[in-house]
């Protein structure tokens, strides 16, 4: 197992302060602290090779997670061991073999090309000569950054700059990898390419990969299984076809029609999404998907039909409204 | 040993970083320490011509003038406000999470880094004092300095650096629980700037005060290296002080790893 996590909770405390001027003198004296979990009894591990996909809203604990596992913050209680250490001990034997990339921030030097940022690497990792100009040409040919890395960093497109923290990252061929949201803020072009640089690299190296993004396309193309986290609870863990078949009670189906039909007729099927003049599209339940067509086909002047899953971002999204 | 190679890279990339910015390089080059000197410079002269004394506390106008030139110098070089403020503002807004993921102390990493923007700064800081002293050559009568005490000068110097600096890492520490520490290091700038004689030789105050002095890193700042410099010190004392940074330098170290262990359970890396 590469990372195995049990019962790992993480309670943050902050104060509150009430608005306005009062509020930050009373505050001087007396503060109110709040606490807030952010990870309750977490438990999941896994294996060598895998890329899992971290899914959650903003703040549903995907974050902490992540600091936990990278040593960045201590656990309250529980534990955690990546490549049988505990993260946050914050061993070197550990800290060569994982490698973190957050979207937002970056740890390449602002004023300098990132080749420079590149050397400094090599030496904290203790990358040999070799390797270190084998992995650079590799990594940039790929990513097709060979004639930028030599540019200042601050004046790199933002696709250009994660590209570059991607090679930072990898420098030192970690054995762990974690990604938080990588292509956050990138022109779809970008996305694309960096998810296939990532696909193939995981398949190649095989690197244990986890990832957050947004993006639900992030995590189709690239994660067999995703772990769901919402507030700070884990919801799901399992492959992308379970988070379907376990939440997925339902089935689109959408038809285009010969002529005008009355929409109201419809509605006995299933709850309309969406219609224009000849097109329907309607939400059934899955289990009667394939009888209610047929009695579409029967019914309707239908020239074209089609029966698809509701999209992963759809269910994602009911998971979560459910929740609340 | 392999650190030296991570050590000497830190270095060098922060004078790479600081020739990539060159105008701000040249123009540093003459203006830092340049206008404290000559705010120095008018007072003293002023003062002298006014009270109409050749000596005051034992210093002639002369020899004030070549204090505040080397104070000027030498508090370019040991200067190490800045790094406390990034230390601090890296925990508060969260950088610091970078460098905890490294196979690399953030002390070790700061401190090389450190260090190669000091190496810019005293390069540019001998630049200086040669055009200086091959302009104004009268002024440098009095600078006769043996090369043994020049090279105890150099180490304690240096020393004075790694204190203060370690100082300013120390009170960093302090945005684990403050978040804002801007005016923990102001009043630490105060301090030294009071304590270490550049405002005023140390010798204008009480005898008393002065003694209690000598057992605090201040001093070895910049008075006491200033004082070498002008032929006032004598071998042993110069170890004397040596022997006191380093004291000081293994306390300020341990309280700091003290209050870092302690600090970083708090740490939550926000904005990550």
Redesign the interface.
Known sequence: MAIEVKNLTKT?KSHKKEPGFSGSLKSLFHREVIEKNALTSIDFSIGNGEFVGLIGENGAGK?TLI?IL?????PTSGTAEVLGYKPWE?K?AL??Q???V?G??N?L?W??PAY??F??L?????VEEKQFKKIVSELSEILDMKDKLYT?VRKLSLGERMKAELIAALLHSPKVLYL?EPTIGLDVLAQESIRKFLKTYNSQAKTTIILTSHYMDDIETLCKRVIILDKGILQFDGSLEGVIKKYANEKVISATLGNKVELEKFTNFGTILNSNELQVEIKVERKNSTKIASELLNNFPIVDITIKDISIEEIIKNIFRESK | M?KI??YS??VT?KI??VF??RTSFFLKLFLTGGTFFAIQFLLWKTIFSCSKVSEINGYTLEKMILYFLFSGFIFVFVDSNRIGIVIGNGIRL??L??F?????SYLEYNFFTFLGGKIIQLLTSLITFAIVWLAFPQVFLDFQVSHFQLLLFVILVFLSLCTNFLLDVLLSNFSFWLDEIWIVIVMKTFMLNLLSGFIVPLDFFPEKVFEIFSYFPFKYVLYFPIQILLGKIETEQIFFGIGILLVWIVIIFFLHKLLWQKG??L???V??
């Open positions: 943050y974050t600091k990278s040593g960045i913050i201590f914050r070197n800290k060569k994982f490698s973190v957050m937002q921030k740890q030097w004023d300098l420079d940022s050397l400094l090599k030496e904290i990792y203790e200042q938080d | 392999s190679n991570v890279r830190c990339t790479n970083q990539e910015y969260g950088e999470s970078k905890l993921v490294y196979p690399l970083n359970k740490y939550t890396g904005g990550m």
